[in-house]
């Protein structure tokens, strides 16, 4: 994943408030990375309407 690049959501891996389940299926743009836990990193997408969360990589998809 690259900042700029467009991504597709593709699944959600945990219980998430509403607000994030309705993006399941729309398509933003990568805006940064958060560390997780020193392992793993989140990737932070902003959709059109510029909501903006994070997401782990392997909900996301490359279009």
Known sequence: ME?????KVCRLRDRVPATVV???????TVKGFKVLD???LGV??????????WFFEDELKAV
Request: proline fraction near 0%; charge should be negative; glycine fraction near 16%.
């Open 3 to 7: 900042i700029g690049q467009q991504v």
């Open 44 to 53: 932070v997408v902003q959709f059109e309407d510029e909501f903006a969360t």
């Open 22 to 28: 309705k993006r399941l299926g729309a398509v933003g």
């Open 38 to 40: 020193g392992m793993n």
